[in-house]
């Protein structure tokens, strides 16, 4: 177990090993998401060792993945974000922004694929293709909101990054009042206070 954990890390220390590492996980998810203990456990600690080093090294994209991945693997009715929980990744506002805007920015880079040069559009399409973006955005950012509870940020943190984002996209006023809604409520008194990330 202890040389199986030393290759894990040795291949983590490296993006390109963090990516092929990554690459491996969703390709176990498709066949498998229910795992028995031992493997679910191996996994988190693996996972664990990979944030580590993302986090060290400001690799946003591979971090991003293995977020996405914790909400999916089980065993026993435990989830993998609950067994990582606890990582400080999690606490960096810088984090959950750049992983965000990541985000954003591939799903618009595979829509715009798909469709003509901006410069060749219509007016029509060029208006058709800005709600298609304002409802990704939407899309995305409630998936964000959701995680953010998941890891229990503070609700003061959520509510800064939700309407900085919100502010960003020019969402609709109705967008914005869904996204409020499913967001915890900022107690009253409490200042958002400055973080400290090895992102920042």
């Not at 304002?134 to 959520?158: D, H, K, V, W, Y």
């Amino acid at each position: 177990k202890q040389w199986y954990q030393r290759r894990v890390r040795e291949m983590c220390v490296l993006e390109c090993g963090r990516k092929e590492f990554s690459r491996n996980v969703t390709t176990m998810r498709v066949s498998q998401m229910e795992l028995s203990e031992v493997v679910f456990m191996r996994l988190a600690a693996n996972c664990a060792t990979l944030l580590h080093l993302a986090y060290q090294d400001d690799d946003i994209e591979n971090a991003k993945v293995l977020m996405i991945l914790a909400f999916t693997f089980q065993s026993e009715g435990r989830f993998l974000y609950q067994e990582l929980s606890s990582h400080p990744i999690w606490q960096s506002m810088r984090f959950w922004k750049a992983a965000f805007l990541h985000s954003v920015h591939t799903e618009r880079k595979l829509r715009c694929s798909n469709n003509s040069c901006y410069s060749k559009q219509s007016w029509a399409q060029r208006e058709e293709a800005a709600e298609v973006q304002r409802n990704t955005f939407f899309g995305q950012l409630s998936s964000f909101i959701s995680n953010m509870i998941a890891f229990e940020l503070p609700s003061e943190s959520i509510a800064e990054f939700r309407e900085k984002m919100c502010q960003m996209a020019d969402l609709d006023k109705e967008q914005v009042e869904m996204l409020r809604q499913m967001s915890p409520p900022v107690p009253e008194g409490e200042e958002e206070g400055e973080e400290e990330s090895s992102f920042s």
